[in-house]
């Protein structure tokens, strides 16, 4: 039988090729999996309309520059709230660090088992939760809010990312993505 001769280029192009198969193949099975990061949002509107209708109370924060930069965020309050009145709440959610805006909204409405929205209101504020995930825990895009005996009170809102954690319980596990509170008056 007859050996073959190879050259040393052969050779040399057959092992680095054998090497570099398996260095590929070795990195595609280690990568790991993608992470849900956390989302970007630089203003909360809260819009609380009166019964029947009539002009919206609306709660708002806005931080342009986001987490990191230095702007100071802006809480506003557009006006009071009525004693012993139920109200509907909607939240919108927004990443203006990009053109054109982001609705975070709407994210965190298609991963509503990922998010819950927690308040945490003075005694004068009942807040109860109108929306649910799709796997029937609330979530708080949509919200009743029930005024009690006026006064100053305040709400704290914020955005709980709970990827596989959720359990509709308020913080319960997970990172916040924005929490701000709000000082409201009831009269």
Not at 20 to 44: A, Q, R, W, Y
Not at 67 to 84: D, F, H, M, R, W
Not at 91 to 104: F, H, K, Q, R, W
Request: charged content about 25%; glycine content about 10%.
């Amino acid at each position: 039988m007859k050996r073959r001769k190879y050259s040393k280029f052969a050779s040399r192009y057959g092992l680095m090729l054998l090497l570099s198969l398996l260095v590929f193949h070795g990195c595609k099975m280690d990568d790991p999996e993608p992470v849900n990061e956390e989302e970007v949002i630089t203003t909360v509107l809260v819009t609380i309309t009166p019964p029947g209708g009539g002009s919206p109370v609306v709660l708002k924060f806005m931080d342009p520059d986001g987490e990191q930069g230095s702007n100071v965020p802006v809480i506003t309050v557009s006006g009071p709230l009525k004693a012993a009145s139920q109200y509907t709440t909607t939240i919108g959610l927004l990443n203006e660090t990009v053109t054109p805006a982001e609705d975070v909204s709407e994210e965190v409405e298609e991963e509503g088992s990922d998010h819950l929205i927690c308040f945490d209101p003075s005694e004068n504020i009942t807040i109860g939760y109108e929306d649910e995930d799709e796997n029937g825990l609330p979530l708080g895009l949509t919200t009743t809010w029930l005024t009690g005996e006026p006064g100053p009170g305040e709400v704290t809102i914020s955005l709980r990312h709970q990827a596989g954690t959720k359990t509709g319980d308020c913080p319960g596990a997970g990172e916040t993505d924005v929490e701000v509170t709000f000082n409201v008056t009831v009269e």
